[in-house]
């Protein structure tokens, strides 16, 4: 009898393992369940096109031969384009200019509305954010009407053609700032939000007012976010393509059709069938992209935990 007892004593330690192995398994298959949406959509919708793209860079179609494997010969054609370099260099000193100005625009707007305790923080807030939800064309056909020579408000009073070749880059770097800035604003308000107030109340017992605290506290407890906000401006810059292709209409002499490789790409492919030098250009944009994000991000890695 006490052998009998003492096997049904153990035989749920035996059966335990094998127990807790399919609950693990179970609740493994449940959040693959989950994800599942996701990782179908992302295949469907990023890799395989990607995948269908690159191919397509690594041919080339012509009359004569038809479509034959050309290996990296579109890149190299891409590469010596002066016009591609033309459009990569023009985004870079877009970037250069229009990061820091959108940044620091985000960074006040936020640290002002941090400081303000009363009930208009609210409007504040929800007014500088209604640019971004306004959809990215309606926002540059409406910037379009305000700059036109023709009929434009902005030309009118002020007399200046804002689409000409040395306006017409400013022009666009407005466009950008007003309709992202509110939502770089955002990210960055919300990373005050989440800062201890303790800090603030020491700095102020010992003597430092609002400014010291916004620019000496304030600022560097945030750097991450700031990084990560600088990143993605960083990306949306080189990828530059729905502001000047509306605007292009409006003064095609100075908003090219090479004006950035993004635009470049869109009338290789669409307007000239170039679809396979098209590709190499998308993909060779997509390597300066990288390089950069990369770049910046070894240079702040010391200033934030990214």
């Known amino acids: 009898m006490v052998q009998v007892e003492n096997r049904s ?18 609740e493994a298959a449940t959040g693959w369940l989950f994800v599942l949406p996701f990782v179908i959509l992302l295949i469907a919708f990023l890799l395989l096109p990607m995948a269908y793209a690159f191919k397509l860079s690594l041919y080339r179609s012509t009359l004569i031969e038809g479509e034959h494997f050309a290996f990296f010969e579109n890149y190299t054609q891409a590469f010596q384009d002066p016009l591609v370099r033309e459009g990569v260099v023009r985004v870079i000193v877009f970037g250069l200019i229009q990061t820091p100005v ?3 625009l985000a960074l006040l707007a936020a640290l002002l509305i941090d400081h303000a305790t009363s009930r208009f923080s609210r409007v504040f807030r929800l007014a500088a954010f209604v640019p ?3 959809p990215v064309v309606i926002g540059t056909l409406m910037w379009g009407f305000l700059y036109s020579k023709d009929t434009g408000p902005l030309s009118a009073v002020l007399h200046i053609d804002f ?21 770089n604003m955002i990210v960055l308000y919300a990373a005050l939000q989440g800062l201890p ?4 109340e020491s700095a102020r017992m010992d003597g430092a007012g609002p400014a010291q605290i916004a620019w000496r506290i304030k600022t560097p407890m945030i750097s991450s976010a700031i990084v990560l906000a600088t ?3 960083i990306l949306g810059t080189l990828q530059f393509f729905t502001e000047p292709l509306i605007l292009q209409p409006l003064n095609p002499g ?4 090479h004006y950035t490789p993004n635009v470049y790409a869109f009338n290789q492919a669409f307007s000239f069938q170039q679809y396979n030098y098209s590709a190499a250009i ?7 992209v990288f390089v950069g994000s990369y770049i910046f991000l070894f240079a702040t890695r010391k200033r934030s935990a990214l």
Do not use: C, D
């Open 254 to 257: 100075s908003i090219t059709q």
């Open 9 to 26: 004593a153990a035989a749920p330690a035996v059966a335990g393992p094998p127990v807790k192995k399919q609950r693990h398994t179970r």
């Open 282 to 288: 998308s993909f060779l944009l997509g390597a300066v």
């Open 231 to 233: 990143l993605f401006t």
């Open 197 to 200: 107030r303790e800090v603030y």
């Open 102 to 104: 959108m940044i620091g």
């Open 163 to 183: 689409l000409s070749s040395s306006w017409v880059l400013a022009s666009l770097g407005n466009v950008v700032t007003w309709q992202w800035a509110g939502y």
């Open 132 to 134: 971004y939800a306004v």
